[in-house]
Every structure is written in structure tokens, then in C-alpha cells.
């Protein structure tokens, strides 16, 4: 037993050496200029993977179709808000696995208006005993300011009409894409991924623009108990940053008989907060909690994000070559 272990932690030692020497290429290779973030942020991250790393789409044998709002600080004017529609499903050719996808993002932050679209694919291959993913994915973003609710107070050498915000609303769009590597095993899976890889330039108009900044982001999960067993329990990390701010969730996930789902995570000098998750057949049910735990936490009612998601399998195709005969008609 004890030989089997160490054997089992030196397969698994290998592995992250392996992956964690792609990683550093890919981290060389796409560069270093960031700005700022704007993506949003979800503490359902489990649920909506390809939001963050276009690799994951297709990690299991259904067709997934996730829907998510999130609701941050109540209470807060111009506080953010979130709606995300996630669908993805595996598919095989050529004897090869693949996965395709599409991430639909709507954010609404104090006078901003965000809309993206993301085609994505995944092309899996089999790697010591797990599948290695390599995903991108392709879209556009929609952004609009609406400059005529922009209030300046005229004193203290402020100017109502400073020709740096738009006093009307002003909209444009632009391209954007990403790339993203993943593995997943038995027992774990990791990713790492970019977003807006070219830090995409939505012009407003002649004189107004907005910037999304390359992002970069990596997450894992290790999974402790067997599937047969009545508790399980999976500790989980993402890490967010532009190489100048960052975000990091912590997390540790109870499940019992697969079925039901409890978790708690920490978000340094951010948050802290709880998630529940029920699967009835097809469906899950995901609510998660949060509370600032800085400043913030003075007049708001905290953040509340529900997630609904629905899982068709996908069978196996009949063979239609094959000629079956009764045996009553022998």
C-alpha cells in the first residue's frame, strides 16, 4: 500500500513538473504589458470555467448549458452586476477529441455597459492518465458609457463639462480573443489561461476610447474521497492578475454522495463567503454568498449570485452498418 502511494504522488509530481514548464513557455510567449482589469467576477467560478480559461469547454461527456446572475454589494448605487450564459459540449472527429463553446458575458458597472460574445474551441489529447486541453476562443465586445448621468460638482477646481468624460452616451466595439491551457485527472485539474489577448481598443468616439487589459488567471481543484464515497472534499484556488492588481480565491468544497454541495472560500483583503449546490437529475441549483470584509462591508447587503445549470449526456451513436434479424423469424 505504502508503494502504492509514493508510486501514485511521484505520477502526480510528474505532471505538475510537466504542466508547470508549459505554463512558464506560455506566460513567456504572450507578453507582459497589463493596464487594468474589467472583467467580472464570479464566486460560482466551478460552475462557469470557460469564462476564464476556454480549455475546459467539453470536460465532460454532456452538453452543458449554465446560466448565472450576480448581484454585487446591495445597497451599493452603481454597484456591479452580472449575467452570464455559458453552453459547451465535447464532440469527436477524425478520431480525435475536440470541444466547442459559446460565452455570453453582460456586465453593468456604474456608467458602463458590457457586452461580449466568445466562440470557443478546445482540442483534448490523452496525457499520463488524464486529458492535457488547449483552448481560444474568438468574439467582440460591446461597450457603451452613459455620459449624461456623469455628475461633476463645480467647486474645488472641478469643471462640470471636463471634455475627459463624454457628456452623452457613447458606444463602440471591438475584437477580442484568448487562449488557455487545462488538465484534468482522476483526482485533480489545473488550468491556466489569457484574456483579451491583443488588450482589445473600443473607441467611443474621436476623443473617448476604453481599454481592456490582458489578464491572466490560473485554477485548480484536488479532489479527496472516492465517488462511491458518502463525503468528498475538494480544495480549490484561482488566481486573477494583470501584473498589477490581483485576486485570489481560496476554497474548500464539501460534497455528500455527489448529490448535494457545501462551500466556503476566502478572498484576501476582499471577501469571505458560502455556496450551496443541489443536482436533481439533469439540473443544479448553485447560490453563493459574499461579504466584504474590508471597508466595503459599511452600507451594502452584501453580494448574492444564483446559478442554474442543465447537463444533457450525450450517447453513443448506433451503428447503422450492423443487420439484426429476430430470432422469432428463424
Known amino acids: 500500500m505504502r508503494y502504492s502511494f509514493m508510486k501514485e504522488a511521484m505520477h502526480s509530481y510528474g505532471i505538475i513538473r510537466l504542466l508547470t514548464t508549459i505554463g512558464i513557455v506560455f506566460y513567456?510567449?504572450?507578453?507582459?504589458?497589463?493596464?487594468g482589469q474589467n472583467d467580472p467576477i464570479t464566486g460560482n467560478w466551478l460552475e462557469t470555467k470557460s469564462l476564464y480559461n476556454s480549455?475546459?469547454?467539453?470536460?465532460?461527456?454532456?452538453?452543458?448549458?449554465?446560466?448565472?446572475?450576480?448581484?454585487q454589494w446591495i445597497g451599493v448605487e452603481g454597484a456591479p452586476k452580472n449575467i452570464l450564459l455559458v453552453a459547451h459540449s465535447p464532440f469527436s472527429f477524425a478520431e480525435l477529441n475536440h470541444g466547442i463553446g459559446v460565452t455570453l458575458i453582460g456586465q453593468q458597472k456604474g456608467l458602463f455597459t458590457n457586452v461580449e460574445a466568445l466562440a470557443q474551441y478546445a482540442f483534448k489529447y490523452n496525457l499520463l492518465g488524464g486529458t492535457i486541453s488547449a483552448g481560444i476562443e474568438?468574439?467582440?465586445?460591446?461597450?457603451?458609457?452613459?455620459?449624461?448621468?456623469?455628475?461633476?460638482?463645480?467647486?474645488?477646481?472641478?469643471?462640470?463639462?471636463?471634455?475627459?468624460?463624454?457628456?452623452?452616451?457613447?458606444?463602440?466595439?471591438g475584437f477580442d480573443m484568448g487562449a488557455g491551457l487545462y488538465y484534468t485527472h482522476s483526482k485533480f485539474f489545473m488550468g491556466m489561461a489569457v484574456k483579451h489577448l491583443f488588450t482589445p481598443k473600443v473607441q467611443y468616439d474621436t476623443n473617448h476610447f476604453l481599454?481592456?487589459?490582458?489578464?491572466?488567471?490560473?485554477m485548480a481543484v484536488?479532489?479527496?474521497?472516492r465517488t462511491e464515497s458518502l463525503l468528498s472534499w475538494h480544495p480549490s484556488v484561482i488566481a486573477v492578475t494583470d501584473l498589477k492588481a490581483w485576486r485570489i480565491d481560496l476554497g474548500i468544497t464539501m460534497g455528500i454522495a455527489s448529490k448535494y454541495f457545501a462551500r466556503i472560500m476566502y478572498r484576501p483583503n476582499s471577501a469571505a463567503g458560502f455556496g450551496v449546490k443541489a443536482i436533481w437529475g439533469k439540473v443544479s441549483l448553485c447560490y453563493a454568498f459574499e461579504m466584504p470584509i474590508s471597508v466595503l462591508v459599511r452600507g451594502n447587503y452584501g453580494t448574492h449570485e444564483l446559478t442554474v445549470s442543465y447537463a444533457l449526456p450525450k450517447t453513443k451513436k448506433k451503428d447503422k452498418g450492423l443487420i439484426k434479424k429476430s430470432i422469432r423469424l428463424l
Open 222 to 225: 484536488y479532489n479527496f474521497g
Open 138 to 173: 474568438l468574439g467582440f465586445i460591446n461597450s457603451s458609457f452613459d455620459g449624461s448621468k456623469a455628475f461633476i460638482p463645480d467647486d474645488e477646481g472641478l469643471t462640470p463639462n471636463d471634455p475627459a468624460i463624454p457628456n452623452t452616451t457613447v458606444s463602440g466595439r
Open 211 to 218: 481599454l481592456f487589459d490582458r489578464t491572466y488567471n490560473a
Open 55 to 71: 480549455a475546459t469547454i467539453g470536460d465532460t461527456n454532456a452538453i452543458n448549458i449554465t446560466a448565472l446572475y450576480r448581484q
Open 28 to 35: 513567456i510567449g504572450i507578453g507582459y504589458t497589463l493596464k
